[in-house]
């Protein structure tokens, strides 16, 4: 189960900061990869970035947001962060946690979703 | 950057009858890297289907997956009144994940 929590309004120029608990499984698998994506009704759906364990951490950011992002595992808690600076009222979405196991798609399990609204 | 555009737009049908979507990539797509998902109204997208034609874990098998290069089907073989939902086809390339705009099935 992936439970995603986070502040659900922002102002231009702040950071998003979400975090998605996962239990059932470990952020540190070595089988799985832990994704964003967000969805919005000019963008669709929009992958943001990933991390996984693969005896280390790697990380990757779609081009789009990569200046901006940071994803962040934390084993003691088994979960997974996204931080999004500088927020505009493009970053307005519904954002998404995904854990992957098929090596090929951002989620064969998804979280339920978070409504991010950025405006002043 | 590879482009995913999805046909028709909308699908209008009856429960029972036989529905077939279509994806189209700009550029030739590894069979391994296409994915479609269903998404219904205030819920997250359901992967359906990866590899193309792997229906992923609890998926009926009224859906199946098939093509390659640039053209990819989803085909529901008997609609039920639950498969109403809108589709997307995502691929997995250079700029790793990318979806489609969507294909909506609706109730005729």
């Known amino acids: 189960q992936l439970q995603q929590s986070g502040p659900g309004l922002l102002k231009p120029s702040q950071t998003l900061s979400l975090t998605c608990a996962i239990s059932?499984?470990?952020?540190?698998?070595?089988?799985?990869?832990w994704n964003w994506i967000r969805q919005s009704p000019s963008r669709g759906l929009e992958w943001l970035g990933r991390?996984?364990?693969?005896?280390?951490?790697?990380?990757d950011y779609a081009v789009s947001v990569k200046s901006r992002i940071i994803i962040n595992p934390d084993t003691s808690r088994n979960q997974v962060s996204l931080h999004l600076n500088s927020v505009t009222p493009e970053d307005t979405a519904v954002y998404y946690c995904g854990r992957d196991l098929t090596g090929t798609t951002p989620g064969d399990f998804w979280g339920q979703g978070t409504l991010v609204i950025v405006s002043s | 950057e590879s482009v995913l555009t999805q046909s028709p737009g909308t699908l209008s049908l009856s429960p029972g009858e036989r529905a077939t979507l279509s994806c189209r990539a700009s550029q030739s797509v590894a069979t391994d890297y296409l994915a479609w998902y269903q998404q219904k109204p205030g819920q997250a997208p359901r992967l359906l289907i990866y590899?193309?034609?792997i229906r992923a874990t609890g998926i009926p098998d009224r859906f199946s997956g098939s093509g390659s290069g640039t053209d990819f089907t989803l085909t529901i073989s008997r609609l039920e009144p639950e498969d109403f939902a809108v589709y997307y086809c995502q691929q997995f390339g250079r700029s790793l994940f990318t979806f489609g705009p969507g294909t909506r099935v609706d109730i005729k």
């Open positions: 059932g499984d470990s952020v540190s698998s070595n089988s799985a990869a």
């Open positions: 590899g193309a034609f």
């Open positions: 991390t996984y364990y693969r005896s280390k951490w790697y990380n």
